[in-house]
């Protein structure tokens, strides 16, 4: 039997092709899922469906068009009965479907196919009439029968599609969306064309049911791999190909020279290279992109919950550092009183523990107070409470209470001011604080020698800086540029003092960002003494308030 390749024909046998493509391509993307099969079993009755209208269209005696008319009706009959089971499991890739619903599904298509097969039942001839389409006799009440049953398994899919929308998220909606509208205009058209056309005695369109299914197939597809972009570009790209393929093919069956045959051959092998070559590029390109987004995804959620680790440790520290603060304070307010006789006189030798429990305490509360500080700084509640500080005379305040330290360390503690106006506007407190903890450090890591501390203009007029050096240990170039980092000490520092914490400086540089200043150090090397500056602006920045809060 001779296929006759008209233009619809055609059209029908790529629109066929093109289903059946769609389906396997899916179908290969996760063999496990149940949708996945069914749509590819429901790609394969579409495609036969279109086949067996092109051989239906081919022929021109009644003997053999006759039991064609009647494959034709038995292969689109599986087609609703597959769109409803696809659209019962949808999304899931193992949903399963009630025993009932898909034996009882495939019985009714059994029974849809022997109505349609049997000879002199549903068909019972096909006439032929030159110029126009054949015309198909059949049993007008079995063929509205047959109608019904087409539109009812349409609609319980649909049905099952709608619960799924209703029931699903953001992207499973999206994706039924795209389902919905790829088969609900085929099917209209298919309806109009192969269903209700005929029963008026029209068959001049029954051909154009087959050519609209390449939209279902076509959005349904697009609808299962919505948002999976990479997916979809491979989609793309092998379906490209294949119709190329398919092109370059028809063209060595319609060669009608020898030359032609050779030339179009070899042009068909090299395509299939090429386009083989092409498939495997984009499909490592995508699967490497698919692979680095995985990765960025995973690396994401790794992210996001160490920060929420994070925001605990600080809510921890918070906790804890203020549930020490309060006895720790009656601790040392008890000992000061001891200290000083309150209690009644204290043995030399108990008076000299009590006063070594006492400065162990002041260390433990100002490592409470640092921890807290942190905790205060990383959670963004640190209040600042800004004024207009003389700072020459906040510094002469703090070395008068550093100088007995000093003095006890063997050490010349000096200030140096060079400038008249030493006026800026800060908070007074986090500023005592600052300076308090450079000098002390300034102490504690200087053995022998010397502390100073200069006052003076900055880099421009509008800026004071104030500089603490010293003789001691000094920084090695290495070391100064994560100083100011948590938990950061310089080499050499645990063996001169014992109970540092790292805290100190991060906590002074956040406070001196926050006043819109700047702070670092500087050091000759090992052994050489240090230098750490603070700059600070005289006056308020346009965008400070009296009260703000970092």
């Known amino acids: 039997m001779d296929v006759t390749f008209d233009a619809i024909n055609i059209l029908i046998i790529f629109a066929s092709i093109g289903s059946l493509i769609y389906g396997w391509l899916v179908y290969t993307r996760l063999k496990d ?15 036969g469906w279109g086949i067996a209208m092109v051989f239906y269209r081919s022929v021109g005696t009644a003997e053999l068009s006759v039991p064609l008319a009647r494959l034709l009706y038995a292969a689109a009959a599986a087609i609703p009965v597959l769109f409803f089971l696809f659209a019962s499991v949808f999304p899931s890739a193992q949903r399963a479907l009630p025993r009932v619903a898909f034996w009882g599904s495939l019985a009714m298509l059994g029974v849809m196919w022997c109505i349609a097969l049997l000879p002199d039942v549903l068909i019972h001839d096909v ?45 499973v909606k999206t994706q039924v969306f795209y389902i919905f509208i790829g088969t609900l205009v085929p099917t209209s058209l298919s309806l109009i064309t192969n269903l209700l056309l005929p029963l008026y005695g029209i068959f001049d369109w029954n051909w154009f049911g087959q050519i609209s299914t390449v939209i279902m197939s076509s959005l349904i597809t697009y609808g299962i791999f919505k948002h999976r972009i990479f997916n979809v570009r491979i989609i793309f790209t092998e379906v490209l190909i294949f119709f190329v393929w398919l092109i370059a093919f028809l063209r060595i069956v319609f060669s009608e020279t020898t030359p032609a045959v050779v030339f179009n051959t070899l042009a068909f092998g090299a395509l299939l290279f090429i386009g083989y070559l092409l498939i495997r590029s984009v499909t490592r390109e995508v699967e490497s992109r698919e692979k680095l987004e995985q990765l960025t995804t995973e690396l994401q959620s790794a992210n996001n919950r160490l920060r929420e680790l994070d925001r605990q440790k600080s809510e921890f520290l918070s906790i804890a550092t203020h549930q020490l603060r309060g006895p720790l304070a009656g601790i040392r307010g008890h000992l000061s009183l001891i200290i000083d006789g309150s209690y009644g006189s204290v043995p030399k030798e108990t008076l000299e523990v009590i006063k070594k429990i006492f400065n162990s305490s002041g260390v433990l509360a100002q490592t409470i107070n640092d921890f807290l500080n942190v905790s205060r700084i990383e959670q963004g509640r640190m209040q600042y409470d ?45 500023l005592q604080h600052i300076f308090t903890n450079l000098i002390d450090n300034a102490i504690k890591y200087t053995e022998h020698g010397w502390v100073k501390v200069a006052v003076a203009d900055g880099s421009d007029a509008h800026t004071l800086r104030v500089t603490i050096s010293d003789s001691g240990i000094g920084i090695s170039e290495q070391e100064i540029h994560g100083l100011f980092e948590k938990f950061v000490r310089a080499r050499g520092a645990s063996g001169i003092n014992i109970h540092g914490t790292g805290l100190g ?39 400070q308030t009296a009260a703000s809060a970092q």
């Open 386 to 430: 800004m004024e207009t500080v003389d700072c020459n005379e906040l510094i002469t305040g703090i070395i008068e209470d550093l100088q007995p330290i000093a003095q006890e360390r063997g050490l010349a503690l000096t200030q140096e001011t060079t400038v008249r106006n030493a006026t800026i506007y800060a908070d007074k407190a986090k």
């Open 505 to 543: 400086l991060y906590v002074a540089r956040q406070m001196v960002t926050a006043h819109h200043g700047k702070i670092w150090a500087e050091s000759d090397g090992k052994g050489k003494g240090s230098r750490f500056i603070v700059e600070l602006p005289k006056t308020a920045p346009d965008n």
């Open 33 to 47: 899922s149940e949708s996945n099969l069914l749509f590819f079993l429901l790609t394969m009755a579409v495609a």
């Open 127 to 171: 006439l032929y009439q030159p110029g126009e389409e054949a015309f198909i006799v059949f049993s007008q009440g079995l063929h509205i029968a047959y109608a019904i049953f087409i539109v009812s398994f349409f609609l319980l899919g649909y049905f099952q599609l709608i619960r799924t929308y209703i029931s699903s998220d953001t992207l």
